[in-house]
């Protein structure tokens, strides 16, 4: 399998009440490039979250304003250290501050999680189809930290068009021992390997993953989503 990672470059700022899927197709359009059946769409939740009106005035000076904003957007509060809080999400995930981020926001301004990204993925989705009439998936995503490693990767927060994990238990390796945990968070891996092409400094917000050939799925981010009856950790 050979994949091909290209980035979506000229989307320029989003504004709320933008057409996520229309900036995306006129950047690929203004670069020359044509999207095809079973591409990645991989898009990070800033502009996403920007085009959705899912924006708070926040002055950079005030860390009272931005512990407010992240407790108001968190449904508990888990670890504080400091200016750093780790939190669950409304959608379920574990992160720090809710997601609320002041980077590429603008002065004084800072950006939420959308309300539902996987809803957010799914129309962004069916426009882009509407509009090209190939077979799409899209991934949002935002960059989280990792339990016991050090450094930030991309993973996926709103799917639609693909199963976001792909399931190995009950099959065998390649010695013929039966697999009995292994499940792949394919859609955490397409995230992460898009960020090598996008990135905070960049500007470049989105990119297309090509050659995965995952077939069609309907599974949603928060099926990546640890049950709590599953974390030893909480």
Known sequence: MALTIIPVRGVGEVS???????????????????????????????????????IVELADDDPDAH??????????ILRRRGPLTITKTRHGFICANAGVDRSNA??????????????SAHRIRLRMERTTGVRLA??????????????????????????????LRGTTDTHGRVLDVT??????????????VMGKATGIPAAVVRGLHLGVGEGRATDLVRPASEDLFR
Do not use: C, N
């Open 16 to 54: 709320p009440g933008d057409d996520v899927a229309t900036l995306l197709l006129d950047a690929l359009r203004r670069d020359d490039l044509s999207l095809v059946d079973g591409d990645v769409v991989v898009v990070t939740h800033k502009i996403v979250s920007k085009a959705e009106g899912r």
């Open 67 to 76: 512990r407010a904003v992240v407790e108001r957007e968190a449904a508990a």
């Open 106 to 119: 603008g002065p004084g301004r800072a950006v939420l999680l959308p309300v539902d990204p996987d809803a």
């Open 138 to 167: 899209v991934v949002v995503t935002d960059t989280f930290g990792r339990p016991w490693r050090r450094g930030l990767v991309d993973v996926a927060i709103g799917v639609s068009g693909m199963e976001p994990l792909t399931d």
């Open 183 to 196: 499940e792949v968070a394919v859609a955490d891996e397409v995230a992460a390997a898009a960020d090598l």
